[in-house]
């Protein structure tokens, strides 16, 4: 005999006897669905099948009511996969519907094989098992029995159908071994346990034991007692924060044990409709749990429920727990929004700040002999000013942030937390667009800027800086979102937070990628204990890469020199330096006032940028660049030029200026200064001069001032800049036919103090309102081999 017909001859008969059983319940599901109540005049009022929801997660079942002469007859079947998952179901469902335990009521089959209870109301209910079925009559009846004879023929009846017979019904009354409830059971009397087992599902992760147990009263109560015993106190109020919220109503109640200790919320019992009150609480390392629902007035039931709480508790071993967790989550999370950033501020920033600061203090503003305006009593008040104005915009930032919050009201969903978290950052700006409305910010910090209309690359190089705001507030999101995850998952069971995290990278949406990546690294490097490096890595590195696009941004939205002059018809100034000073930076605190600047305290710009841009305030800057550059360094406006041609076009540049300004500190005074200041001693009573001292250190400040004197005092017009010596303290000194040369400065050398040392010679009209006109030889095109950028 072929192999193959071996191979069909063995296999038939298996296949048929599997297909056989297969169909033999399937027959059988639809013989139970089909039953009718043998009844006369008995009307059908409900035929409909269960899904697996309604049985207790069971493959379905059937269910049909019938009304009678005096009463309602209701038949349920449940398809299950085993006589266990059967007797499980019509447990949760007599417990569910508080059918009390009637152990006096005649049997339908042997002793053991059903339950028989009592419906609220009054009746007979009976239900067993056989094989996977779970079967169950249902009786609301006014006769003297409740229909109990009757429901035992029907139940006969139905038993007729299923192949096997009814099979004892697994004890669910049975209290295992090792139970921390012990010999507790609800206060009165009349109270029956329906089951007592391990909570399936609900143990999970550092809480991996418990029991849960069902009790119905004679009365109609019922009551669920659930323990979780956990590794820790921690671990334990975890587990209750990721179980109770899913298990309870949002009205919250007096407590029980004292604030904090415990949670009570009363709502309505699902099934019955009647008052519920469910309360919860950690007692040493076990998270408790009572679920109580009565027949009688919901403060007769809050009574009960917390007399059976108090009970409880005193039954078991260890105290009640003080819930600290929201503390905890709260400097949790003030450190790593805060404290971490700060820290970091003060380890990388404070040190260079603190050094700036002593270096750049301790100067002298009080000359004996010379013309001198020491600006410190203009910088003081207008930092006073501005601290004023950001704390009222913060104050009133937190206050509507926390009202809102309020109106939100508490939630443990990172949905609601984040634009919460997010709402702060977004009040910050519109509160300072509204404050400036009524209080008009001082020019030092107000500086106004030429509008003029965008060129292809200003408009690149404002799309770059929209893309860096865009940038670096993605990352304050990101990184917003991430410190609040962690916050969350501090409260939450360890098993939890990674099948979170496994789901969030399973995805194939961006941005729900997107997070669930970011969650994996916030838990990661919160799990390794260096949970500070999410500021560095979400936050600080975007932000920094921001500022540097936002820095090229601004230089290719640099107009050409001649761009400048034609569109710009305010007087200019012509800025004279050596190029060494190109590379000098300063620390900027008065100009930082953008999202990025504020964001951003590592750059630090050239010191040319931070004259230039308040100069601008009363007219545009030109100078000479040493290089040819394709995209223009931030500051003046700028041309490359020969050799041949640099004086020529000094010459007219300097005959149409509002006026000169030269550095007065360079490395050394070289062939092309000493020209330079020679041309403008030359034209000294046709124009104005303003000499700046450049931020140098004190020493070097002090050799570079002094070679300047040396060379440029052998010319009349300097001369009188050596005898006597102005303050060490000086930043500008401003020379007019009118009013000879004037001196500006203060006691401590930043971008404050230049900026007030401007805005002071300014109102005092030291820089001129241009002598020669914009047109003709004042601003003559560069030559053939000049180069613009």
Avoid at 437 to 464: E, Q
Avoid at 537 to 542: G, I
Avoid at 607 to 631: M, N
Avoid at 676 to 684: D, I, K, N, T, Y
Wanted: charged fraction near 20%.
């Amino acid at each position: 005999m072929p192999a193959r017909t071996v191979l069909l001859v063995l296999l038939v008969p298996l296949l048929l006897t599997g297909g056989g059983t297969a169909a033999h319940a399937a027959t059988t599901a639809e013989e139970l669905a089909a039953w009718a109540l043998p009844v006369p005049d008995a009307q059908q009022t409900l035929d409909q099948s269960l899904t697996p929801d309604q049985v207790s997660g069971c493959a379905g079942g059937h269910e049909r009511l019938w009304t009678i002469a005096d009463g309602t007859i209701d038949v349920l079947s449940a398809f299950c996969a085993d006589s266990g998952q059967a007797a499980a179901a019509l447990r949760e469902l007599a417990w569910n519907n508080a059918f009390v335990p009637n152990a006096a009521a005649a049997p339908a089959f042997d002793p053991g094989t059903e339950v028989i209870a009592v419906p609220p109301g009054g009746g007979t209910v009976r239900y067993w098992i056989q094989g996977a079925f779970g079967l169950m009559v249902i009786a609301r009846c006014a006769a003297g029995d409740g229909c109990g004879a009757q429901s035992a023929e029907w139940a006969r009846s139905i038993a007729a159908l299923p192949p096997d017979p009814p099979s004892a019904f697994p004890s669910g009354g049975a209290r295992a071994p090792g139970d921390l409830f012990g010999q507790w059971q609800p206060r009165g009397e009349g109270w029956s346990l329906v089951s007592s087992e391990p909570p399936a599902g609900l143990v999970r992760g550092e809480c991996s034991e418990g029991t849960l147990e069902h009790w119905v009263s004679a009365a109609g109560a019922k009551l669920e007692a659930w323990w979780t015993r956990c590794d820790t106190v921690e671990h334990a109020f975890a587990f209750q924060a990721s179980s109770w919220p899913g298990r309870s109503s949002p009205l919250a109640l007096e407590t029980v044990f004292g604030a904090g200790h415990d949670k009570t919320v009363a709502g309505t019992d699902a099934m019955t409709g009647r008052p519920a009150f469910h309360r919860s609480w950690v007692q040493g390392t076990t998270f408790v749990s009572l679920y109580l629902s009565c027949p009688t007035a919901q403060e007769e039931c809050d009574s009960e429920s917390a007399s059976d709480a108090v009970a409880l508790s005193r039954s078991l071993p260890g105290i009640v727990q003080e819930d600290m967790s929201g503390i905890v989550l709260l400097a949790r999370g003030g450190w790593l929004l805060l404290g971490g950033p700060i820290l970091l501020f003060v380890l990388l920033v404070a040190p260079f700040r603190i050094v700036h600061w002593w270096r750049s203090r301790g100067y002298s503003v009080a000359p004996a002999e010379r013309p001198f305006t020491a600006v410190d009593r203009i910088v003081r008040p207008v930092r006073i000013g501005r601290v004023v104005r950001r704390l009222l915009v913060t104050v009133a930032a937190v206050v509507s942030w926390y009202l809102i919050m309020v109106a939100i009201g508490p939630s443990t969903e990172l949905w609601v937390a984040i634009p919460g978290f997010l709402g702060f950052f977004v009040l910050i700006p519109l509160y300072d667009v509204l404050l400036r409305l009524v209080w008009r910010r001082h020019a030092l910090i107000d500086l106004g800027r030429a509008r003029m209309r965008p060129t292809p690359l200003g408009i690149a190089g404002a799309a770059l800086r929209t893309l860096a705001v865009v940038v670096a507030a993605l990352a304050l999101v990101l990184y917003g979102i991430s410190a609040l995850q962690v916050m969350q998952d501090e409260a939450r069971l360890r098993v939890d937070v990674e099948a979170d995290i496994a789901r969030g990278l399973a995805v194939t949406d961006p941005l729900a990628l997107l997070l669930g990546e970011l969650h994996w690294l916030a838990d990661r490097l919160d799990h390794a204990g260096a949970a500070i490096l999410l500021f560095v890595v979400v936050l600080l590195v975007p932000m920094t890469a921001a500022y540097l696009l936002d820095r090229l941004g601004q230089r290719l939205g640099r107009r050409s020199l001649k761009s400048v002059l034609a569109k710009d018809d305010r007087p200019y100034f012509v800025y004279l330096r050596g190029f060494d000073e190109d590379r000098l930076r300063i620390r900027e605190s008065a100009g930082r006032q953008g999202f990025l600047e504020l964001f951003t305290p590592f750059g630090r710009p050239r010191f040319e940028e931070v004259l230039v841009h308040y100069l601008s305030r009363y007219g545009p800057v030109i100078a000479i660049s040493p290089r040819r550059q394709r995209i223009p360094d931030l500051g003046a406006a700028k041309i490359s030029l020969s050799d041949e041609s640099w004086q020529d076009q000094i010459r007219a540049w300097v005959g149409g200026a509002r006026a000169v300004v030269m550095s007065a500190t360079p490395g050394e005074v070289r062939a092309g200064l000493e020209w330079e200041l020679e041309h403008v001693a030359m034209r000294g009573e046709e124009l104005r001069l303003l000499l700046v001292l450049a931020p140098w250190p004190r020493q070097e400040l002090a050799r570079r001032w002094g070679g300047f004197l040396e060379r440029a005092g052998r010319i009349p017009l300097f001369e009188p800049l050596t005898e006597p010596p102005f303050p060490d303290g000086l930043e500008l000194l401003t020379w007019s036919a009118e009013r000879g040369w004037h001196g500006y400065g203060a006691r401590r050398r930043w971008d404050w103090t230049y900026a007030a040392s401007i805005v002071a010679a300014a109102r005092n009209g030291d820089l001129g309102e241009g002598i020669a006109s914009r047109s003709g030889a004042a601003v003559q095109p560069a030559p053939a081999d000049t180069v613009s950028p």
